[in-house]
């Protein structure tokens, strides 16, 4: 059976308050074998190590994301930073999710402030970031050289492949999620194409970014295994090969064990 990594789900949200224990044992037995839920504000951080404490596989990332900064934000940071520095949960694998988002009304200025102290420990902890952006890359880019970045995943990449490669100049690997299926997004099954399976990982975003024939439904970590399917084929591959190789990225990148 093939090994998938979902790199991105939320399974702290309320969507899966039910039977949530059994879902990840039946995701499991198709053959999801990791994920990584990140958090989306400071406040979440209790109830992710729990989940990750409860559920073998399950690992966690720590941050802030643009739509949840407010005026408490950057003060949460330096909660965040003394909670690294002291008791950091052994699942915790990734800083964020955090970084720009030019559509969800909260105010940019102070999001690349947020963003900006969360890449700093990074840094500081030598800890691999989960990016989030809409509209920012090019700010984006530019605070990763200032805080000299070279670890991470941009998430729900629906960027160009010139963009794409900037990011993996830097380091950065590519999070391919339901986008890559949906009936509009020629431009994302282009960049696919040109990039091949060497810098991109899977995610699912779960309960969000569903793929084309779950649209409008909650998504789930199953729906890794069908964005497999749907890379492989595109990119005219084993389905095998594909989900061996994007399991071995995801895992590099969060300094796991393959297994
Ligand atoms: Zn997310």
């Given at each position: 059976?093939?090994?998938?990594?979902?790199?991105?789900?939320?399974?702290?949200?309320?969507?899966?308050?039910?039977?949530?224990?059994?879902?990840?044992?039946?995701?499991?037995?198709?053959?999801?074998?990791?994920?990584?839920v990140p958090?989306?504000?400071?406040?979440?951080?209790?109830?992710?190590?729990?989940?990750?404490?409860?559920?073998?596989?399950?690992?966690?990332?720590?941050?802030?994301?643009?739509?949840?900064?407010?005026?408490?934000?950057?003060?949460?940071?330096?909660?965040?930073?003394?909670?690294?520095?002291c008791?950091p949960?052994?699942?915790?694998?990734?800083?964020?999710?955090?970084g720009?988002?030019?559509?969800?009304?909260?105010?940019?200025?102070?999001?690349?402030?947020?963003?900006?102290?969360?890449?700093?420990?990074?840094?500081?902890?030598?800890?691999?970031?989960?990016?989030?952006?809409?509209?920012?890359?090019?700010?984006?880019?530019?605070?990763?050289?200032?805080?000299?970045?070279?670890?991470?995943?941009?998430?729900?990449?629906?960027?160009?492949?010139?963009?794409?490669?900037?990011?993996?100049?830097?380091?950065?690997?590519?999070?391919?999620?339901?986008?890559?299926?949906?009936?509009?997004?020629?431009?994302?099954?282009?960049?696919?194409s040109?990039?091949?399976?060497?810098?991109?990982?899977?995610?699912?975003?779960?309960?969000?970014?569903?793929?084309?024939?779950?649209?409008?439904?909650?998504?789930t970590?199953?729906?890794?295994?069908?964005?497999?399917?749907?890379?492989?084929?595109?990119?005219?591959?084993?389905?095998?090969?594909?989900?061996?190789?994007?399991?071995?990225?995801?895992?590099?990148?969060?300094?796991?064990?393959?297994?």
């Amino acid at each position: 059976m093939n090994c998938y990594f979902d790199t991105h789900c939320h399974l702290d949200f309320k969507e899966f308050d039910e039977g949530r224990g059994a879902l990840i044992t039946k995701w499991k037995a198709l053959g999801v074998k990791k994920f990584v839920v990140p958090a989306t504000s400071y406040s979440a951080l209790a109830g992710l190590e729990e989940l990750a404490d409860k559920y073998e596989g399950v690992y966690i990332g720590a941050g802030i994301h643009p739509f949840f900064v407010n005026e408490e934000s950057l003060r949460d940071v330096d909660r965040l930073g003394a909670y690294l520095q002291c008791s950091p949960s052994v699942d915790l694998v990734a800083l964020g999710e955090m970084g720009l988002d030019k559509f969800c009304g909260v105010d940019y200025e102070l999001q690349k402030e947020v963003l900006s102290k969360q890449l700093r420990y990074a840094k500081v902890f030598n800890l691999p970031v989960i990016l989030h952006c809409r509209k920012g890359y090019s700010d984006l880019l530019r605070l990763l050289d200032f805080h000299d970045v070279r670890s991470g995943v941009v998430h729900g990449f629906t960027g160009s492949y010139e963009i794409a490669c900037e990011f993996m100049k830097r380091g950065f690997l590519i999070g391919l999620g339901g986008a890559v299926t949906w009936g509009n997004a020629s431009k994302v099954r282009n960049m696919v194409s040109r990039l091949g399976i060497d810098s991109i990982v899977f995610e699912t975003d779960s309960p969000d970014m569903s793929p084309e024939w779950l649209k409008g439904q909650c998504n789930t970590p199953e729906s890794v295994i069908h964005v497999g399917k749907y890379v492989a084929e595109l990119l005219g591959i084993e389905e095998s090969t594909v989900a061996m190789k994007v399991y071995r990225n995801s895992c590099d990148l969060f300094g796991l064990e393959t297994d």
